[in-house]
T-cell receptor
Framework: DVKVTQSSRYLVKRTGEKVFLECVQD?????MFWYRQDPGLGLRLIYF???????EKGDIPEGYSVSREKKERFSLILESASTNQTSMYLC??????????FGSGTQLSVL | AQSVTQLGSHVSVSEGALVLLRCNYS??????LFWYVQYPNQGLQLLLK??????LVKGINGFEGEFKKSETSFHLTKPSAHMSDAAEYFC????????????FGTGTRLLVSP
């Protein structure tokens, strides 16, 4: 089975800190995604990547950046964390137009 | 732009009762439609998908999805609810493209009582 691993289940940071969320997949998938999940809003796409060093903005990229130096790893970066970035962050990957495989999520709290 | 609307943020059923979760979509091209399920403290996993073949799609765990173009709907059903079905369910739509850039609905939490 495909495994998508997010490095932290829970994370607490302070306003203004630089935050890195890491995601690793073990199935050599081309495409990787970062979503945030908020109650009543569902999942919203932040950034996605269809190849190493390639990235595309999703629907809510403001305040975020990403890095994909290796195929298996896709990092989400909060340059200066703010309280409105408190959320559940979900990473996902897929090879083609088949199903997305999701990680278990990182619950980030920014105080 | 594509979008999906899930009717009802919470649905409560008794064990053994019919489960019906509603999803309506908006898309300018023939859509791909999906239902994902999220169990507590887990990521999402695919239940079933519609990709313009049969209008009735069978998924895992006894769930079915019915596509109705005239109603722009893709509702999720299960004849008999089980306690283990309690979870949050998300409907999603994507364009018919090479990889999945999904637009998700806001989710419906299914509560199953004994």
């Amino acid at each position: 089975d495909v495994k998508v691993t997010q490095s932290s289940r829970y994370l607490v940071k302070r306003t203004g800190e630089k935050v890195f969320l890491e995601c690793v997949q073990d199935m050599d998938h081309e495409n990787m995604f970062w979503y945030r999940q908020d109650p009543g809003l569902g999942l919203r796409l932040i950034y996605f990547s269809y190849d190493v060093k390639m990235k595309e903005k999703g629907d809510i990229p403001e305040g975020y950046s990403v890095s994909r130096e290796k195929k298996e790893r896709f990092s989400l970066i909060l340059e200066s964390a703010s309280t409105n970035q408190t959320s559940m962050y979900l990473c996902a990957s897929t090879q083609s137009n088949e199903k997305l495989f999701f990680g278990s999520g990182t619950q980030l709290s920014v105080l | 732009a594509q979008s999906v609307t899930q009717l009802g943020s919470h649905v409560s059923v008794s064990e053994g009762a019919l489960v019906l979760l509603r999803c309506n979509y908006s898309s300018s091209v023939p859509p791909y439609l999906f239902w994902y399920v999220q169990y507590p403290n887990q990521g999402l996993q695919l239940l079933l998908k519609y990709t313009s073949a049969a209008t009735l799609v069978k998924g895992i765990n006894g769930f079915e999805g019915e596509f109705k173009k005239s109603e722009t709907s893709f509702h999720l059903t299960k004849p008999s609810a089980h306690m283990s079905d309690a979870a949050e369910y998300f409907c999603a739509v994507s364009e018919n493209t090479g990889f999945q850039k999904l637009v998700f609905g806001t989710g419906t939490r299914l509560l199953v009582s004994p």
